[in-house]
């Protein structure tokens, strides 16, 4: 997977529908997003009282809805959840919403989304001018500390690469871990999974 495909690291990869083709942060057809907003309540066949809490609330711009739950294993799947799964479903398409039981993401991804969504404060976009120059140092796809290094002193720099990661104003392969060498471009760019030995 690629930045800018469509994950985030909100949760355990819940917001899959919520997020943007540009970047893994907010997206601006989400108007609206919460988690575990509702709690439904039904019976079964046998009467007994049965609910379920799904994960995420999507509020999208055309006026669509997204409940979705994204268990931490794709192991996960008991027969509860099978079933509230099919009470859920039911329930949305009888108010005209989605509801969608999304496979986890793999590990690299989630760790690497999880590393990036910790730089997603504006805090980390640094200072004035740092970044278009940072943005500049990345006009083609180079390992991440080589642009690091291009674009200054990568202690200030590297936060400022992470954020813009985020924010999909730069991209990278995230189906292995990110590291010094891994291959980081522009946003238009194509990035390849292709990188240096981690370190």
């Not at 690091?148 to 954020?163: I, S």
């Amino acid at each position: 997977m690629v930045v800018g495909d469509h994950r985030t690291a909100r949760g355990r990869g819940v917001e899959r529908d919520a997020r943007p083709a540009d970047g893994p942060g907010p997206r601006p057809d989400v108007t609206g997003l919460a988690g575990r907003p509702v709690r439904l309540l039904w019976r079964n066949p046998r009467g007994q009282v049965r609910s379920w809490v799904p994960q995420l609330f999507a509020r999208r711009a055309d006026g669509t809805t997204l409940l979705a739950d994204c268990p931490s294993d794709p192991e996960a799947d008991g027969e509860r959840a099978v079933k509230a799964a099919q009470a859920v479903a039911q329930a949305c398409a009888h108010i005209g919403w989605t509801y969608q039981r999304l496979v986890p993401l793999d590990e690299a991804a989630a760790v690497n989304l999880k590393w990036l969504a910790g730089y997603r404060h504006p805090r980390n976009a640094g200072r004035l001018g740092l970044m278009p120059a940072v943005l500049q140092a990345f006009t083609r796809p180079r390992p991440l500390l080589e642009g690091a290094v291009a674009a200054g002193h990568p202690v200030q720099v590297l936060p400022v690469v992470f954020h813009a990661l985020w924010h999909g104003h730069l991209t990278a392969c995230l189906d292995t871990p990110l590291h010094e060498r891994a291959l980081v471009g522009p946003r238009d760019g194509e990035v390849s999974n292709r990188t240096g030995d981690a370190w």
